[in-house]
């Protein structure tokens, strides 16, 4: 979208919740509350209207991006009824936090074709008032949320976009423990935020109008061991995105010519975390994530052992080949992609009667015979076992994308794990 709205501050503050958790959410549903808080505020600055009744097509003309019946239609029932708990930092006003649950949402179906078509959506007056002239306030163009993936990457760029407001430059803390809650990452161990942090920063500094790197800090515990306590963020304006410099610099380069940001301060490093103390290594205290890790390398040296016919002493290979992969960042990095795979199955399942047996795969539900789930290569392939996507980074960014387009996580029977090879669920 290439709208311009301005927010109250406390919104970008925001934690999610549905039935007393913090929601699961995705690119879609972030990108669909945007849009109700814009045309809900139109509607009532201009109308005095509290509900308002709007079509599919509506959103989807506004959305470059393909948005189909069934994932406006899944976002809209996630939303429906959602607390919105704000001013999560305790930032702004009275310096305490804010919950409301803006928006009660009908879907309408036509009745004698029996389809959806739209829905009627009723805001809560409190907090659509808060759009109105808000002040302080930050001031979000579409664009630069919409151009980001995921819900995480996206939530990140307003938290820091209304931590930076008018300045050319500063640094905002934030404890690890209100950084899992407000990036919807409630599952995950400390090093796993960190790490989903450095991979939002650099889509944030790549695609849109904000340039941030950030320093993990620690603290010392009562065992002696030292433990990722706070996140310092700092942040630079920047006039072009990265993406769009160095695409122009590609196209236009000359030997006399070098394109530089139009940014008033010097580019800070992109993406680049650095850690207190270079000689201590993290400490991860999630004992399932370790006992995971191991697997999963374990796996990875025995394919690596499968395609070799020259090892003399294998138990001595492995080992040596085991210790390398366990500090091998490219692994690490793999493995990240895979252990947020495993959450969602446990998700998945504490919601259903399967064992932990049964096979997860992402589904059509218009038709059940498309599916793509990961094999023990961890590649993409479909229900055919034909490879869609081999490239490990690029999983996550797929099942994404189909997620977006409206396919969903079903459990399938699934009586023999070897035969399907599905070693990553």
């Known amino acids: 979208m290439t709208f311009k709205k301005n927010y ?254 139009a940014v008033s301060t010097p580019p800070a490093p992109i993406a680049q975390v650095a850690v207190t103390s270079n000689d201590e290594e993290i400490q991860v205290k999630d004992s399932e994530y370790d006992r995971l890790l191991e697997e999963f390398v374990d796996r990875k040296v025995d394919l690596l052992a499968n395609k070799r016919s020259n090892i003399g002493n294998i138990k001595s290979w492995k080992n040596g080949t085991k210790e390398n992969l366990m500090d091998d960042e490219k692994t690490i990095d793999e493995f990240d992609i895979f252990y947020e795979l495993h959450l969602q199955k446990q998700k998945i399942l504490s919601d259903t009667n399967y064992d932990s047996s049964s096979m997860i795969a992402l589904t059509d539900p218009e038709d059940d015979t498309i599916r793509y789930v990961v094999n023990e290569k961890y590649q993409v392939t479909d229900i055919h076992l034909v490879v869609i996507i081999d490239k490990v980074t690029e999983v996550l960014d797929f099942l994404e994308e189909k997620y977006i387009d409206g396919f969903d996580w079903k459990v399938m029977s699934c009586s023999n794990l070897k035969t399907y090879k599905l070693m990553a669920f």
């Open 8 to 261: 109250p501050p406390q919104f970008a503050q925001c934690v999610f919740r549905k039935n007393n958790a913090v929601a699961s959410i995705n690119g879609s549903d972030y990108d669909l509350k945007l849009w109700l808080n814009y045309h809900c505020s139109y509607e009532w600055d201009m109308n005095k209207s509290l509900t308002t009744l709007f079509l599919y097509t509506d959103i989807k003309k506004d959305f470059q991006k393909s948005m189909n019946t069934n994932s406006i239609k899944s976002a809209l029932e996630k939303i429906d009824g959602m607390e919105f708990e704000m001013n999560y930092l305790k930032s702004y006003g009275s310096k305490t936090k804010q919950s409301y649950v803006p928006f009660s949402i009908t879907i309408l179906t036509d009745a004698a074709s029996e389809k959806s078509y739209g829905f009627e959506v009723t805001v809560d007056k409190t907090y659509i008032s808060l759009f109105t002239n808000p002040s302080p306030k930050v001031t979000l163009e579409y664009s630069n949320t919409t151009v980001l993936t995921q819900s995480t990457y996206k939530k990140l760029y307003l938290l820091l976009r209304d931590a930076l407001g008018k300045n050319t430059s500063t640094t905002r803390i934030i404890d690890i423990e209100d950084l899992r809650d407000l990036l919807n990452v409630a599952n995950a161990t400390n090093t796993q935020v960190v790490k989903t942090i450095k991979k939002a920063i650099k889509a944030i500094t790549d695609n849109t109008n904000l340039q941030a790197t950030c320093i993990v800090e620690k603290k010392l515990t009562k065992s002696g061991s030292r433990e990722i306590d706070k996140v310092r963020f700092r942040l630079y304006k920047q006039a072009t995105p990265q993406s769009t410099i160095k695409a122009t610099q590609i196209i236009q380069a000359t030997p006399t010519v070098v394109i530089q940001p």
